[in-house]
């Protein structure tokens, strides 16, 4: 059973930061990270981290948020820095599960940047 759980959202300034942490259970991951959605417009992918390290990001977020893991722990961070208005979104854990290549997420945790 696999199961991703998502902590650190919340409300900050424009400006601001805020550390999403995700923690993965029920297997090992091949990749994973952070897609978000906006009320009224498409889930798009944020940041996404391979076990190898590489990283991949939108360009919307790139310079201001950095994508990590810790393979040992099954945990993947994001770091949020210089949060705009527009980075307003429900945030969802991904994970790729590596023997089967199946995807899972978590249940999303609300990031709110009042400007």
């Known amino acids: 059973q696999v199961q991703l759980v998502e902590s650190g959202g919340g409300l900050v300034q424009a400006g601001g930061s805020l550390r999403l942490s995700c923690v993965a259970s029920?297997?090992?991951?091949?990749?994973m990270g952070w897609y978000r959605q906006a009320p009224g417009k498409e889930r798009e992918l944020v940041a996404a981290?391979?076990?190898?390290?590489?990283?991949t990001y939108a360009d919307s977020v790139k310079g201001r948020f950095t994508v990590s893991r810790d393979n040992a722990e099954n945990t993947v961070y994001l770091q949020m820095n210089s949060l705009k208005s527009e980075d307003t979104a429900v945030y969802y854990c991904?994970?790729?599960?590596?023997?089967?290549?199946?995807?899972?997420w978590g249940q999303g945790t609300q990031v709110t940047v009042s400007s």
């Open positions: 991904n994970a790729r599960r590596w023997y089967d290549r199946n995807e899972y």
């Open positions: 981290v391979q076990t190898s390290g590489t990283t």
């Open positions: 029920g297997g090992t991951f091949i990749t």
